[in-house]
């Protein structure tokens, strides 16, 4: 089984929403089995709260099934659990290495890596733009989608 943890700042905006596009696609492709997905995030400020109605919006107007989340913070521990840990932005990478304590087996990534593409998932938190995070978090999970299958 592939396991992945999808992690931004606070687990209500980024994460939450590939959570859910990846289940998506997972779910598409027929590959639930293969798959455990899920997310987290850096900060404590957000725990227990559920995902942003922008996100739900979005993902609602996109026909993908928000995936049911609370938001809880990475522990340490994670980083055994799974297989790939994926950042959203630059501090979230930051906070995870810290969190883990190193990326020794070289489990963690930012999602635009596997989309190709330089640069960050934006916080919609703060440019309230979920148009744009959700295009650039579906080109990031169907990479990342693409990319565990070539390594199963």
Known sequence: MIKILFVCHGNICRSTM???VMTHLVNQNNLSEQFYIDSAAT???????PPHYGTVDKLRREGILLVPHRAV???PGDYD????????????IRNMLRIAGGDPDGKIY??????GQQGDIADPWYTGDFETT????L??????????MERR
């Open 139 to 148: 080109a990031g999970c169907r990479g990342l989608l693409k990319y565990c």
């Open 43 to 49: 900060s404590r400020e957000e725990i227990g709260n």
């Open 110 to 115: 930012k999602l635009t890596d596997f989309a």
């Open 134 to 137: 959700y295009r650039d978090v």
């Open 73 to 75: 913070q990475m522990c």
């Open 81 to 92: 659990k799974y297989d790939y840990l994926v950042g959203m932005d630059g501090a979230n």
């Open 18 to 20: 590939a959570q859910s």
